[in-house]
């Protein structure tokens, strides 16, 4: 193409500035003989010129409606509803609080404290996707204040015509970031980023139960694979016929529990089994428990609440024993646990000997507490197994996924090849939908 093709090329992409440059050119000098007509060029050139001053007056009052524009954002807080105001004001403290450790990441001493400044990096990292949408929403803000008043000064019927597309442009944007920034501020499972153990296991049924929880299985380490995370089974209980009566697996990746969660309940499925001689549909469930990890078990012993006394231990061992207090009571205030040692010589030993004695006694409480949470967990996840318990049914004969909880239909196959996507995806938006409608009743 010559210069004044491309010039064409530009008027029609409404890059005025490239196009009267191009137009120009081909003009002078820079036209290929029968590519393009000089009337053509002419023309070109000539409505440039006209739009190019316009323009450019265009960018002059934006640059002045720039200064006011902070302003009318500043005053349509201050003014809209205590919804929005508090929405702001989070908004505002997530980016003073992000600003705040990326000094903290410049700062020497933190940059030499491995520990610390993973700590920050991640704390920061959690924050940036609000902090980067906040500012193109502030942004857009600005550009639709000066949009509008735009179209309120300007006489020129060109120019108020490309304001008014501008300005739907903008608020379509902002509503969009508006949308995002609240799903953005809603609470989050502080469990999220942990990796799970799923636990399925047949419920009712009988052989047709092991089988389903076998298909079950297979369904969700095809989902994981196809996410990058890492599925081991850890314990299985094969069933005669096939299938599992249990089955524990261990998924370890990004963010594994924020997703898999919604898979935790009473699957139930409607199908004609293996088993079934005469054609019967049967109707089986297998139950599906999501267990995020937990910590290691550590305990903390405050030296405040401990109470600690002495005595003299007496028996065997001789005048010290007998004169010098050496055995050590100690009781802890917080569990009232009392814990009293005598069996060394010297009353540090005999510290020393009944502090591990309670670290003891006060892990065995913390990892009992532990793992009644767990089973409290598991079991408000599966219930009995009951097929009237159900989250999910499965419908062979329809080949239809009907989540009970949405109230919606997925196609069976999709779930059963492993792609749980537009599921999961789902059960999110719905999650997501609740806990915007109880912050609203909140407000």
Known sequence: LCCGCWGQAMWKQEHWSSCLFFASAAHVAFRRPGCCSAAEVDTTAVRCSIRAPKLQRIREMRRRFSSQSSVQVLMAVETGSSTEQS????????????????????????????????RITKARAAMEEIVVAYDEWLSAREELDGAKQMLYEESDEEIREMAKMEVVELEERISDLESRLQILLLPKDPNDERDIMVEVRAGTGGDEASLWAGDLVKSYSKYCESQGWRVSIMSSSEADSGGYK?????????????????????????????????????????????????DEVTVKVDAKDIEMTTARSGGAGGQNVNKVETAVDLVHKPTGIRIFCTQERSQLKNKERAMTMLRARLYELELEKQQSEVRGMRWAQVGSGARSEKVRTYNYKDARCTDHRLGRNFPLDTFLSGDLNLLLQACIVDDQQRKLAMLAEEA
Do not use: F
Not at 93 to 103: D, G, M, V, W
Not at 275 to 292: C, D, F, K, L
């Open 87 to 118: 929405m702001l004001r989070k908004l505002d403290s997530t980016k003073a609080t992000y600003e705040q450790l990326t000094r903290q990441m410049a700062d020497p001493e933190v940059s030499q404290n491995g520990q610390e400044l993973m």
């Open 246 to 294: 249990e089955c524990v697996m261990q998924v370890t990746g990004d963010s594994v529990y924020s997703k898999m969660k919604y898979e935790a309940g009473v699957h139930r499925v409607q199908r004609v089994p293996a088993t079934e001689s005469q054609g019967r549909v049967h109707t089986s469930t297998a139950t599906v428990a999501i267990m995020p990890e937990v």
